[in-house]
T-cell receptor, first 113, second 111 residues
Framework: GQQLNQSPQSMFIQEGEDVSMNCTSS?????WLWYKQDPGEGPVLLIA?????ELTSNGRLTAQFGITRKDSFLNISASIPSDVGIYFC?????????????FGKGTKLSVKP | DVKVTQSSRYLVKRTGEKVFLECVQD?????MFWYRQDPGLGLRLIYF???????EKGDIPEGYSVSREKKERFSLILESASTNQTSMYLC??????????FGSGTRLTVV
């Protein structure tokens, strides 16, 4: 099936540092999503991107939908301890056998106070 | 506040038992999904449903079945639990193009 390549797999950073993670695909997708999963909880939608080249912010989070429609990145500025969790990229996949969304394998973020 | 509710946060079951994981959503969503999450493997789709009494296999349906008798409820069934089904199980629902709403997950341990 189709796959998203998400990197890095994990990050250990100091509080206050900026964070960057990305997601790539071999296929074109028209909607890219970023989710965050807090420890012990289900993933929650952070940002949705619908237009190639679009740059969208949500507080300290900024995400971009690549112009080729095959990639996206997520930046977190001035990280804080509550940023800890797993960040997933996802794309909307119409049709096929995998349902609506395809997920990356996640980036696990750890923040040292 | 819209919700997807999974009936148990933690479950411990014995090998060979029949296990039911329940999921209820209050958003009148058509689509519901079951995933399992394992470290390093991300979210893997087990089964999904686009309507009442309809079901479709995801990527890893072996050893599982599902039931959707009512629109708001989607049940995952482990016919004969095995230790390799120890995992975090996540239910989600979707009303269309705005992504999923997830439940808090059920951490199942099979001993």
């Amino acid at each position: 099936g189709q796959q998203l390549n998400q990197s890095p797999q994990s990050m250990f950073i100091q509080e206050g540092e900026d964070v960057s993670m990305n997601c790539t695909s071999s296929s074109i997708f028209n909607t890219w999503l970023w989710y965050k999963q807090d420890p012990g909880e289900g993933p929650v939608l952070l940002i949705a991107l619908y237009k190639a080249g679009e740059l969208t912010s949500n507080g300290r989070l900024t995400a971009q939908f690549g112009i080729t429609r095959k990639d996206s990145f997520l930046n977190i500025s001035a990280s804080i301890p509550s940023d800890v969790g797993i960040y997933f990229c996802a794309v909307l996949n119409y049709g096929g056998s995998q349902g609506n969304l395809i997920f990356g394998k996640g980036t696990k973020l750890s923040v040292k106070p | 506040d819209v919700k997807v509710t999974q009936s148990s946060r933690y479950l411990v079951k014995r090998t060979g038992e029949k296990v039911f994981l329940e999921c209820v959503q209050d958003m009148d969503h058509e689509n519901m999904f079951w995933y399992r999450q394992d470290p390093g493997l991300g979210l893997r789709l087990i089964y999904f449903s686009y309507d009442v009494k309809m079901k479709e296999k995801g990527d890893i349906p072996e050893g599982y079945s599902v039931s959707r008798e009512k629109k708001e409820r989607f049940s995952l069934i482990l016919e004969s639990a095995s230790t390799n089904q120890t995992s975090m199980y996540l239910c989600a629902s979707s009303g269309g193009t705005f992504g999923y709403t997830f439940g808090s997950g059920t951490r199942l341990t099979v001993v």
